[in-house]
């Protein structure tokens, strides 16, 4: 397995590219299943995650060729309703099959999901909304079973704006015939890039004022050519990466209208922000890092992906700070690996209190799940002395190049295969 060897105590200095979006990159090719004509998707990242999606559809009867960022998808033989668990259990977002197969072949057979171990988890809101489209969901022998006679269109509350179900049942009822109304859906920037990708094969879908999605579902869609955005949370951890090691760097080609209260947040620290209509630039200056303290939220509330990065810096602050995990249950698991690397943390369920320590200490620690794990590179980037992190595939799933990346901001990190130095 490889690991990080992080030499610390280098500030972050310099400019790099953000890489297209993992969230939004990832539902963009479960569209391709609602089409049998070909689709071009741009700016997808080479990532885990992404080479997962691509076996999906593989298995599912595409064919799928990756070059450069662009995916294409083309028809190969009618599609199959259901996929193997050793594809899902990798990841929880492999259950965004399950709208475009319902939609298209009324039935659809998946694997109970897997993914980051960062909670319980489960579909619920997902299946509620199918049976309300008309579908019957049952579990059976560990898969989800999802059926139907028939699909009708229909107005569906979600319990919570949850990413997945709000995508899953777009795409779902973007081949309903109908109106599809979404209330209390999720309003994440990359369900808008979703909602511009099925725009592109023709369907009819829209926000309204009061951010419910409208969706006039067409009988058939045709193939798209689509660029991803830019990825937010990347752009984010980079950010408190260069904030945590007091650097200066420049961001180019991400979006600061998606990253605005983190800036703010970030800002009322004592950084150093300056936004451009596709940059952001931070830097630290000398002054100590003001206490801040976050509660996670679904968009535009503060990212629960970027809890981790953003923790990482608190343990830095001049003070102490108060990080309130309010979207997933079990999302600290990087924090007694801080502890570790002489960070100040107490948890108490959802909420950690942060005492400023005056730096890490490097130590070798192990990353559990994906933001957690560039939580722990932030950390290794402070502390004086080589530190290494284990278990870099967690990482892999939704970094793109990361090491490479940070040595372009004159970061000391190369990644280490114990095994294959034997
Ligand atoms: C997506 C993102 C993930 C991000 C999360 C919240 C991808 C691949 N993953 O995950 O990086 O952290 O949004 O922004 O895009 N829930 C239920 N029942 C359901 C669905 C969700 O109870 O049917 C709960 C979850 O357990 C969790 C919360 O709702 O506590 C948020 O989940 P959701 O928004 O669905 O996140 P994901 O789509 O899994």
Request: net charge positive.
């Given at each position: 397995?490889d690991?990080f060897?992080?030499k610390?105590?280098?500030?972050?200095?310099?400019?790099?590219e953000?890489s297209g979006s993992?969230?939004?990159?990832?539902?963009?090719?479960m569209?391709?299943l609602?089409t049998?004509?070909?689709?071009?998707?741009?700016?997808v990242?080479?990532?885990?995650?992404?080479?997962?999606?691509?076996?999906i559809?593989e298995?599912?009867?595409?064919?799928?060729?990756?070059?450069?960022?662009t995916?294409?998808v083309?028809?190969?033989h009618?599609l199959a309703?259901?996929?193997?668990?050793?594809?899902?259990k990798?990841?929880?977002?492999?259950?965004?099959?399950?709208?475009?197969?319902l939609?298209r072949?009324?039935?659809a057979?998946?694997?109970l999901?897997g993914?980051?171990?960062i909670?319980?988890r489960?579909?619920?809101?997902?299946?509620?909304?199918?049976?309300?489209l008309?579908?019957?969901?049952?579990?059976?022998?560990?898969n989800?079973?999802?059926k139907?006679k028939?699909?009708?269109?229909?107005?569906?509350?979600?319990?919570?704006p949850s990413v997945?179900?709000?995508?899953?049942?777009?795409?779902?009822?973007?081949?309903?015939?109908?109106?599809?109304?979404?209330?209390?859906?999720?309003r994440?920037?990359?369900?808008?890039?979703?909602?511009?990708a099925?725009q592109?094969?023709?369907a009819?879908?829209?926000m309204?004022?009061?951010?419910?999605?409208i969706?006039?579902?067409a009988?058939?869609?045709?193939g798209?050519?689509?660029t991803?955005?830019a990825?937010?949370?990347?752009?984010?951890t980079?950010?408190?990466?260069?904030?945590?090691?007091?650097?200066?760097?420049?961001?180019?080609?991400?979006?600061?209208?998606?990253?605005e209260?983190?800036?703010?947040?970030?800002?009322?620290a004592?950084?150093n922000?300056?936004?451009g209509e596709?940059?952001?630039s931070?830097?630290?200056?000398?002054?100590?890092?003001?206490p801040?303290?976050?509660?996670?939220?679904?968009?535009?509330?503060?990212a629960?992906?970027l809890q981790?990065?953003?923790?990482t810096?608190?343990?830095?602050?001049?003070?102490?700070?108060?990080v309130?995990?309010d979207?997933?249950?079990?999302?600290f698991?990087?924090a007694?690996?801080?502890?570790?690397?002489?960070?100040?943390?107490?948890?108490?369920?959802t909420?950690?209190?942060?005492?400023?320590?005056?730096n890490?200490?490097p130590?070798?620690?192990?990353?559990?799940?994906?933001?957690?794990?560039?939580?722990?590179?932030?950390?290794?980037?402070?502390?004086?002395?080589?530190?290494?992190?284990e278990?870099?595939?967690?990482i892999?799933?939704?970094?793109?190049?990361?090491?490479e990346?940070?040595v372009?901001?004159?970061?000391?990190i190369?990644?280490?295969?114990?095994?294959?130095?034997?």
């Amino acid at each position: 397995m490889d690991r990080f060897i992080i030499k610390g105590g280098r500030k972050l200095k310099g400019a790099i590219e953000i890489s297209g979006s993992k969230n939004a990159a990832l539902p963009v090719l479960m569209c391709t299943l609602l089409t049998d004509e070909p689709c071009i998707i741009n700016r997808v990242p080479d990532l885990r995650d992404v080479r997962i999606t691509i076996k999906i559809l593989e298995e599912l009867g595409k064919k799928v060729s990756y070059d450069k960022g662009t995916v294409t998808v083309a028809h190969k033989h009618k599609l199959a309703t259901a996929v193997s668990h050793d594809l899902v259990k990798q990841m929880r977002a492999s259950f965004w099959v399950a709208g475009p197969l319902l939609a298209r072949f009324k039935k659809a057979a998946i694997p109970l999901p897997g993914g980051c171990a960062i909670g319980v988890r489960p579909v619920d809101i997902h299946l509620k909304g199918f049976e309300k489209l008309g579908a019957k969901c049952a579990t059976e022998r560990g898969n989800v079973v999802i059926k139907a006679k028939k699909l009708s269109a229909a107005k569906i509350i979600l319990s919570f704006p949850s990413v997945g179900a709000t995508l899953n049942l777009m795409m779902c009822a973007a081949l309903i015939k109908g109106t599809t109304v979404l209330e209390n859906a999720a309003r994440e920037p990359e369900v808008d890039d979703v909602i511009k990708a099925l725009q592109s094969m023709g369907a009819s879908i829209g926000m309204d004022e009061h951010g419910h999605i409208i969706i006039e579902g067409a009988g058939k869609l045709s193939g798209m050519n689509h660029t991803v955005i830019a990825d937010r949370i990347e752009t984010g951890t980079y950010l408190l990466a260069a904030a945590a090691t007091r650097g200066d760097v420049l961001l180019k080609e991400c979006n600061p209208q998606h990253n605005e209260i983190l800036l703010e947040y970030l800002r009322e620290a004592g950084f150093n922000i300056e936004t451009g209509e596709s940059g952001i630039s931070i830097s630290a200056g000398a002054k100590k890092i003001k206490p801040v303290n976050i509660k996670t939220a679904p968009y535009p509330g503060f990212a629960t992906d970027l809890q981790a990065p953003w923790m990482t810096l608190m343990c830095l602050c001049a003070g102490a700070a108060d990080v309130s995990e309010d979207i997933f249950e079990n999302r600290f698991m990087h924090a007694p690996e801080l502890v570790r690397m002489g960070a100040d943390i107490i948890i108490d369920k959802t909420a950690a209190k942060i005492t400023g320590v005056k730096n890490f200490t490097p130590a070798a620690v192990m990353a559990s799940d994906l933001r957690g794990g560039a939580a722990l590179v932030i950390a290794a980037l402070c502390a004086r002395g080589a530190s290494e992190v284990e278990r870099v595939y967690h990482i892999d799933r939704g970094y793109e190049r990361m090491e490479e990346k940070l040595v372009g901001l004159g970061a000391n990190i190369r990644r280490f295969n114990p095994v294959s130095a034997e």
